[in-house]
């Protein structure tokens, strides 16, 4: 089936300098992706998602890059912060998905001072 | 502002005993609700959805059953546990049409079957 999956389980960033965390997915068909924030306990917290008509979209310290040709989406994070410090979700919706966001596994983001 | 609750936060049932998670959403009126369970160490899996009273979508077969008596409640039942219902369960809402929108997550409820 379809999937959404993540290159890397877990980053480590010294605190200050930028993170890029990674997303592939394999259904082309997929119009609609997010990222979410899920800290240690806690229900995940949206951050920022982008439509398949856009490549890139920036939010506060935070950029989504869209590359449909290879079916690849990043996050980056800009000046990462120990806040940051979390498990990072990518997640995707097609046409033919209703009203499931499909979500990869997670890649866990460290932030050391 | 739109606020979601879940309880309990944490729950500790023995094999074949029922289960019953609640849900409820403030400062919305007719949200899309969903329950989403989490293993340890992955990500999300959708299991129902509803975009209104009395109307839910099952997105995989298993023992549990969803409920929506009123417009911002949403139960998670189950008659009788199984081990593998343990996990971390999450409720959201959402205010778009189908997929293609913000789904906003309660805390959760971590659920321990023995």
């Known amino acids: 089936g379809e999937s959404v999956g993540l290159h890397l389980p877990t980053l480590s960033v010294q605190e200050g300098d930028n993170s890029i965390i990674n997303c592939a997915y394999s259904n082309s068909a997929s119009d609609y992706f997010i990222w979410y924030k899920q800290e240690s306990g806690k229900g995940p917290q949206f951050i920022i998602d982008?439509?398949?008509?856009?490549d890139k979209r920036q939010g506060q310290r935070v950029t989504v890059l869209l590359n449909k040709t290879v079916k690849h989406l990043s996050l980056q994070i800009a000046a990462t912060q120990p806040g940051d410090s979390a498990v990072y979700f990518c997640?995707?919706?097609?046409?033919?998905?209703?009203?499931?966001?499909?979500f990869g596994k997670g890649t866990s983001l460290l932030v050391t001072p | 502002s739109q606020t979601i609750h879940q309880w309990p936060a944490t729950l500790v049932q023995p094999v074949g005993s029922p289960l019953s998670l609640e849900c409820t959403v403030e400062?919305?009126?007719?949200?899309?609700l969903y329950w989403y369970r989490q293993a340890a160490g992955r990500g999300l899996q959708l299991l129902f959805y509803?975009?209104?009273?009395?109307?839910i979508s099952s997105e995989v077969p298993q023992n549990l059953s969803a409920s929506r008596p009123q417009d911002r409640q949403f139960i998670l039942s189950s008659k009788k546990l199984l081990l593998s219902d343990s996990g971390f369960y999450l409720c959201?809402?959402?205010?778009?049409?189908?997929?293609?929108?913000?789904?906003?997550f309660g805390p959760g409820t971590r659920l321990t079957v023995t």
């Open positions: 959201a809402w959402s205010g778009l049409a189908g997929g293609k929108g913000e789904q906003y």
């Open positions: 982008i439509r398949s008509n856009m």
């Open positions: 997640a995707e919706n097609s046409p033919n998905s209703g009203y499931a966001l499909n």
């Open positions: 509803s975009v209104g009273i009395g109307q």
């Open positions: 400062g919305t009126s007719n949200p899309n």
